[in-house]
Every structure is written in structure tokens, then in C-alpha cells.
Antibody, heavy 118, light 110 residues
Framework: QVQLQESGPGLVKPSETLSLTCAVS?????????WGWIRQPPGKGLECIGS???????DYNPSLKSRVTISVDTSKNQFSLKLSSVTAADTAVYYC???????????WGQGTMVTVSS | QSVLTQSPSVSAAPGQKVAISCSGS????????VSWYQQLPGTAPKLLIY???KRPSGIPDRFSGSKSGTSATLGITGLQTGDEADYYC???????????FGTGTKVTVL
């Protein structure tokens, strides 16, 4: 059974870089699929940040593209998110997920809350 | 601001049915598959419907999906208290080259 688990700092200072990792178990990332990040500000809806294919190709939300990097570490079977120059507007629960077939987010991690504050 | 629009809320009594709409455009719903996600309070979203009308294993047939033109609909029949949740549609947007979610609909069971 495939499972995803997010990890990283729960508090990030404004203007710094938010860094999160998603550890995957039960499936080898290098075998296929896209792997993505989604976020949800408190009390608000879902926003797709971007995804990475197991081959390394990426696609990012245009509104975040200048600040986002998603990468894969196949040796550790995990993928990562870096979001630079954060502000309070980046405070959210961050989810990692596997995209199947027609870019459906079929399997989700439990999410991790990240607060941007000094 | 999402490119997919959903009504903010819908409510019905137990046992009744509800329909949740998702409106988009030719660059997203009109030419791509639609999925639906259920988010129970305090939990991660869960896939309910994919490829417009397919249900993953374990999802009861009380949940159904359909698509027509640039709109999609999630139907829930035999409403249960456990169905109280936020529901989101989602699809690929070919113009943005990005996955987009709807604004979300809160379902309340009266």
C-alpha cells in the first residue's frame, strides 16, 4: 500500500525559503507517475503548487512558478518542495500527493501545517 | 482566484440527494478529464471520482460524476451524516499547463 508522509519545519520566517520533503513508501518513485504538492491556507480552498514526473520534468502553478522548485531524490525515494521569499500568504497546510493517469491526485499524504511568521 | 467555479454550499436531509456543479472553460473542463475530491473536517482530501465518472475502489455508488461541455457535476444520493464535508472538483488546464481545483462546496446534512 502506497503511503506519503510530509516533513519539514512548521515555522518559517518571512523572506526565507520553505523546504518540505515527502517520503514515499510502498512504491518506487523511479517506476513512474507524477508527484505533486498542493496547499490549503486556513479556511480556504486547495491550490496546486506543481508536480514532478519520475523522469524529472516539472510543471508549476504560474502564480508561484518564480518561487518554486520541486525535485526528486530517487535514492531516498522522496521528493521535495522549496518555496522562496515566503510571506504570511504562504501560511497553509501543505500536502504531497501522487498523480495517476490523467493527472488525478489519487493518493495523498496527511498534510503538514507551515506558518510564516517572525 | 480559481478558474473553476463551484456553488459555496448545498444542504439536504438524510436520505436525500444533492448535486454539486463545477463550471469551467474549454481550456480545462471542456477538453480534459474531471476529478472530484472529498475533504472531511480536519483531514486530507480523498479522491471520489476520476476521469469524469469513474469511482476508485471502495467508493460507494452513491457518488457519481458527469460532464457536459465546460461543466461537471458530482451527485450524491442517499445522503448520510458522514457525507458532511467540503467537495472540490479538479482538472488539468491546458492554457495554464497546470492542475486547477474548484472553489469548493460545503455539503451540510440537515
Amino acid at each position: 500500500q502506497v503511503q506519503l508522509q510530509e516533513s519539514g519545519p512548521g515555522l518559517v520566517k518571512p523572506s526565507e525559503t520553505l523546504s518540505l520533503t515527502c517520503a514515499v513508501s510502498g512504491y518506487s518513485i523511479s517506476s513512474g507517475y507524477y508527484w505533486g504538492w498542493i496547499r490549503q491556507p486556513p479556511g480556504k480552498g486547495l491550490e496546486c503548487i506543481g508536480s514532478i514526473h519520475h523522469s524529472g520534468s516539472t510543471d508549476y502553478n504560474p502564480s508561484l512558478k518564480s518561487r518554486v522548485t520541486i525535485s526528486v531524490d530517487t535514492s531516498k525515494n522522496q521528493f521535495s518542495l522549496k518555496l522562496s521569499s515566503v510571506t504570511a500568504a504562504d501560511t497553509a497546510v501543505y500536502y504531497c500527493a501522487r498523480q495517476s493517469g490523467t493527472r488525478v491526485f489519487a493518493i495523498w499524504g496527511q498534510g503538514t501545517m507551515v506558518t510564516v511568521s517572525s | 482566484q480559481s478558474v473553476l467555479t463551484q456553488s459555496p454550499s448545498v444542504s439536504a436531509a438524510p436520505g436525500q440527494k444533492v448535486a454539486i456543479s463545477c463550471s469551467g472553460s474549454s481550456s480545462n473542463i471542456g477538453n480534459n478529464y474531471v476529478s472530484w475530491y472529498q475533504q472531511l473536517p480536519g483531514t486530507a482530501p480523498k479522491l471520489l471520482i476520476y476521469d469524469n465518472n469513474k469511482r476508485p475502489s471502495g467508493i460507494p455508488d452513491r457518488f457519481s460524476g458527469s460532464k457536459s461541455g465546460t461543466s461537471a457535476t458530482l451527485g450524491i444520493t442517499g445522503l448520510q451524516t458522514g457525507d458532511e464535508a467540503d467537495y472540490y472538483c479538479g482538472t488539468w488546464d491546458s492554457s495554464l499547463s497546470a492542475y486547477v481545483f474548484g472553489t469548493g462546496t460545503k455539503v451540510t446534512v440537515l
